[in-house]
């Protein structure tokens, strides 16, 4: 990350959202090619386990940068970009040195713990933004608990802040990677009795991420209201409803990375990592695209149409038999 931001200091910046409960740093890039753009906020990893997320994002960042792609360079220009590649620093690390499967953050919840029963470690930060926290209960011990109450997480507060730092306004898209349910989710998380105002609009972008991500891999996404198309039922607490309901981001979205197949869903083999990174960019392309569309952002230009030569023309050659006029032959010439 260093690296890039010295290399590119011209449209790379460094930023930090704070430190983790154990003390470890939280940081990002914000990638921007000329201003005034509108911006989009990208966080990976909030689950521990989730390893491709920040796989990905990385990726992003790269083909952001240095992608020789009309399209994508076009996209990389018309929008700034705030990319978030770890944000639960400490799950990862611990799940990187002990426990694989490992999900929530790592901090010990005095709230739960007593001298018989001293293992209650972690708070799922997908349930613990200010959005309808609490509605659905969870259990301290469960890899679902959304803490004693909501940003009582150091990591989710520091983000709340930082967003907020960002002017009124700047920010329309936000979006959340995770794995491993192939799958684009819109808000609501929490319920299923109602939509979000802006549903159609909401579908209408996750729609063209899948139709765009589709083509090179032929992966085939969902997408839909969160509560209903994930196979977990109705969850609170959550970063893009938060974004959405709260900070009044007009395009809020989940986008659950691929993980079937004959792998396990968070183990995917690192060369995956690859395939999944540009399904994810062409994915982000047309999503931006559609934004751009409905008047959120700049509209991203379409690249120049090609004047398309013929490959073949025929040749003419002066008779022999006639001075002055002209024959055409059958013969095919290639240019």
């Known amino acids: 990350m260093d690296v890039i931001a010295e290399k590119c200091s011209k449209v790379v910046t460094k930023f930090e959202i704070g430190r983790s409960h154990e003390g470890r740093l939280i940081r990002g890039l914000k990638i921007s090619f000329k201003t005034g753009n509108k911006a989009i906020f990208i966080e990976s990893n909030i689950h521990a386990r989730e390893w491709i997320t920040s796989s ?16 994508v360079r076009r996209t990389a220009a ?4 705030y990319i978030l590649p770890i944000f639960n620093v400490d799950g990862f690390v611990f799940s990187q040195e002990k426990e694989r499967l490992w999900r929530k953050s790592r901090r010990p919840l005095e709230e739960a713990n007593t001298p018989e029963s001293p293992e209650c470690i972690g708070v799922d930060l997908n349930r613990n933004f200010n ?27 520091q983000l709340a802040q930082f967003i907020d730092t960002i002017p009124e306004g700047t920010l329309k898209i936000y979006i959340a990677l995770h794995a491993a349910g192939q799958a684009v989710i819109t808000p609501w998380a929490y319920t299923k009795e109602e939509q979000p105002k802006d549903h159609e609009q909401l579908m209408e972008v ?5 139709e765009a991500a589709y083509p090179r891999f032929r992966t085939k996404y969902i ?9 977990v039922g109705e969850f609170c607490g959550t970063s893009t409803d938060w974004a959405y309901g709260v900070k009044n981001i007009p395009i809020s979205l989940g986008i659950e990375l691929p993980g079937k197949g004959r792998y396990k869903p968070f183990e995917l083999p690192t060369e995956s990592i690859l395939r999944v990174s540009i399904e994810l ?20 230009p379409e690249p120049p149409k090609k004047e398309i030569k013929p490959k ?3 040749s003419k050659k002066v008779s022999k038999k006639k001075e002055g006029e002209t024959e055409e032959t059958p013969k095919w010439v290639t240019k």
């Not at 018309?78 to 970009?81: A, F, K, S, V």
């Not at 996750?206 to 899948?210: G, I, M, Q, R």
Request: one cysteine or more; charged letters at 25%.
């Open 223 to 231: 997408y839909g209201p969160a509560a209903e198309i994930l196979n």
């Open 78 to 81: 018309g929008i700034d970009w």
């Open 312 to 314: 073949y023309e025929r």
């Open 206 to 210: 996750a729609k063209a991420f899948v």
């Open 281 to 300: 960019l062409d994915g982000l392309v047309g999503m931006v695209k559609a934004v751009g569309e409905l008047g959120f952002i700049e509209k991203i």
């Open 56 to 71: 990905a994002a990385t990726c992003i960042v790269m083909e952001l940068l240095f992608s020789k792609d009309p399209d």
């Open 131 to 157: 959005h309808q926290w609490g509605v659905i209960k969870s259990e301290p011990c469960t890899d679902e608990y959304g803490g004693s109450e909501a940003e009582s997480e150091p990591e989710v507060k």
